[in-house]
């Protein structure tokens, strides 16, 4: 697509629900990052997929987040048993070289905001 | 521990100029980010500075100096549509961005 695409746009989902949140990033792109972003903060990391691999989760902030990117495009966050403290906007970005010792600039869906309540 | 600060919010006028300052403390530096981020929008890039000194595109220009771990973001010319949030992010030695919490540039006509 033109775009990183991410849906859904808005989710409310009920304390102790699951929830999974859809990233299309832009074709061909190698590197797919997910962040969350609470209001009035910038975006923290959470996990980075090179294609198909998961090199990095160090940011997942506790073990009911699980992110997967199965065949190397289209990824998705779910989140097991939601709390309060998950409401957040959820924001994917990807860029298209797979060497993140190479900085380059990311390209951002528009998030999904997700509120538990 | 690493640190990115930035104003919270800032106003300015139409047709001014505005220069909005990041500082950061981090480990390692391996290049700075600029993104602008419009209300309920994605953040979209606007510049990446990794040596020192100013670069100019268009209406936006960004400097950097690593020896002061200082950076800013200087809009000139402002227009309505400026009015944004923009964030400052550091690559760090490990490869991993740290962002600010960014400034909200609000423009008055």
């Known amino acids: 697509g033109a775009g990183v695409s991410q849906s859904p746009r808005y989710k409310v989902a009920k304390r102790g629900q699951d929830v999974a949140l859809r990233c299309d990033p832009i074709?061909?792109?190698?590197?797919l990052f997910w962040y969350q972003q609470a209001l009035g903060q910038g975006p923290e990391f959470l996990t980075y997929f090179q294609n198909e691999a998961q090199l990095d989760k160090s940011g997942l902030p506790s073990d009911r987040f699980f992110a997967e990117r199965p065949e190397g495009s289209v990824s998705t966050l779910k989140i097991q048993r939601t709390q309060q403290e998950d409401s957040a906007v959820y924001l994917c970005?990807?860029?298209?070289?797979?060497?993140?010792?190479?900085?380059?600039?990311?390209?951002f869906g528009s998030g999904t905001q997700l509120s538990v309540l | 521990g690493q640190n990115i600060d930035q104003p919270t919010e800032m106003t300015a006028t139409e047709g001014a100029i505005v220069q909005i300052n990041c500082t950061y403390q981090?480990?390692?530096?391996?290049?700075l980010f600029w993104y602008q981020q419009h209300a309920g929008e994605a953040p979209t890039f606007l510049s990446y500075n990794v040596l020192d000194g100013l670069e100019e595109k268009g209406r936006f220009s960004s400097f950097l100096s690593r020896s002061k771990g200082y950076s800013y973001l200087l809009l000139k010319e402002l227009q309505m549509k400026d009015s944004a949030s923009y964030l400052c992010a550091v690559m760090d030695s490990n490869y991993q961005l740290i962002w600010g919490a960014g400034t909200k540039l609000i423009i008055k006509p």
């Open positions: 970005a990807s860029s298209l070289g797979g060497d993140r010792g190479r900085p380059e600039k990311l390209f």
């Open positions: 074709s061909g792109h190698v590197s």
């Open positions: 981090t480990s390692g530096f391996n290049g």
